[in-house]
């Protein structure tokens, strides 16, 4: 039987997922290495949420994505001996102005994806590591890249430039926004669910480490929180979200630090975990007494409602909010905080169907639907990598 491979390969984890090969492919089984490069650790689960494996790893060929990737083979192979990857799906942070939709990924393709490294320097080296690795591992089978700018690149004008000279903006300094993947997975969901708003006017927060917004209007993003990189829009478990350029350059001249330091400084080291001097983990905040927890709180909720008042305004009016992402799908007292500033755009929840984590959220009397969607970003990269490789790409290869 023919399958699907994905990989999300992070600065220092490696997500990855066994799906079969069919016009709506089946997860089998989902797994992680994290803490690459220093103590690197494999978890593995079956569909259903059994774990498989799980064990602290010496990697073979070194710490690194490579040496990861062998390591979640060899635990494919193990427990799925009979697996045959035809197409290994990739997630690539940036596809920069020209690729919109999914790329079945050659030598040239990949030296395009490398010249894009400096709009995403903290993300696409470890991109481009995944699908180096699996090209070793896998040379026969059809390699694609699932872009996470892809899902943006339809905005309009005013909400894909900023106000520098235009020869910029054409050397591809513009608003890119993120997290496609998951946006289409839950526009789609949506329309499964509940097809007139999806037709409508729709705001999406996937909220996590990484947290960004998204205003879409039948299915298709018409703006985003995040701009020309992942550092934008609102704070996250390290990143600082929006910050006046103005910081930057006092930063730069007032404190002598370089571009390196500034950059580990918004990445690494502010968002929740500066705030709160404590944590960048949501759950560890929401379960402290100390102030920094309470005032990190308040500022992300706080800028997640400013954000939600924007992006209506793009929209010119609301008919969903839809929660996801680890935080937005698990810490039901964020939604609340977040609802309940917003009684003046229509918003009214229900406490006992939030506290629940219900589909819907919302009152009867809510003029805005608001929901709560479980997020598949490994499905939408499965999706394309089968179609791709169904089209009539390389024969496969056994795990």
Same mark, same amino acid.
């Given at each position: ?340 500033? !917003?009684?003046?755009?229509?918003? %009214?929840?229900?406490?006992? *169907?939030? +506290? #629940?984590?219900? =589909?819907?959220? /919302? ?7 608001? !929901?709560?969607?479980?997020?598949? %970003?490994?499905?939408?990269? *499965?999706? +394309? #990598?089968?179609? =791709?490789?169904? /089209? ?8």
């Amino acid at each position: 039987m023919s399958h699907v491979l994905t990989l999300n390969a992070g600065s220092s984890s490696l997500k990855f997922a066994l799906f079969t090969a069919e016009a709506e492919p089946r997860a089998l089984a989902t797994g992680l290495v994290e803490r690459i490069g220093t103590t690197p650790q494999l978890k593995l689960k079956s569909a259903t949420g059994g774990v498989l494996a799980q064990a602290r790893l010496e990697l073979p060929g070194g710490r690194d994505h490579a040496g990861a990737l062998k390591a979640a083979l060899a635990q494919l192979r193990h427990h799925y001996p009979d697996a045959r990857i035809d197409a290994v799906g990739h997630r690539v942070v940036h596809g920069g102005r020209n690729f919109a939709a999914p790329l079945v990924l050659d030598d040239a393709a990949l030296m395009q994806l490398e010249t894009l490294v400096p709009f995403a320097p903290l993300h696409q080296p470890h991109n481009i590591a995944g699908v180096k690795a699996a090209l070793e591992a896998f040379p026969r089978a059809t390699q694609v890249a699932c872009f996470d700018t892809a899902f943006h690149r339809h905005h309009p004008f005013v909400n894909d430039t900023f106000a520098l000279p235009r020869g910029y903006y054409e050397k591809g300094v513009r608003r890119y926004g993120f997290h496609g993947l998951s946006y289409d997975y839950i526009a789609g969901r949506l329309k499964q669910l509940a097809p007139t708003l999806h037709d409508g006017r729709c705001i999406v927060a996937h909220l996590g480490n990484g947290a960004s917004m998204c205003g879409m209007v039948a299915g298709r993003s018409v703006a985003s929180s995040m701009g020309f990189s992942a550092l934008d829009g609102l704070p996250m478990g390290t990143r600082s979200g929006q910050i006046d350029p103005g910081v930057l350059l006092y930063l730069m001249d007032q404190e002598g630090m370089s571009p390196g330091a500034i950059a580990e400084l918004l990445y690494t080291k502010s968002g929740l975990l500066g705030l709160s001097g404590l944590s960048a983990d949501m759950r560890t905040l929401l379960g402290s007494d100390t102030p920094g927890a309470r005032e990190a709180i308040d500022y992300f909720t706080f800028r997640i409602r400013r954000e939600m008042g924007g992006l209506a305004a793009a929209l010119e009016g609301l008919d969903a909010v839809i929660f996801t992402g680890g935080i937005g799908e698990n810490a039901a007292p964020i939604r609340e905080k977040v609802c309940a500033g !917003m009684h003046w755009l229509g918003i %009214e929840i229900d406490a006992a *169907a939030n +506290a #629940a984590g219900e =589909l819907v959220i /919302s009152t009867p009397l809510s003029r805005v639907h608001v !929901m709560v969607i479980p997020t598949n %970003e490994e499905l939408v990269i *499965a999706r +394309a #990598a089968s179609a =791709l490789a169904g /089209s009539g790409a390389a024969s496969g290869a056994t795990a």
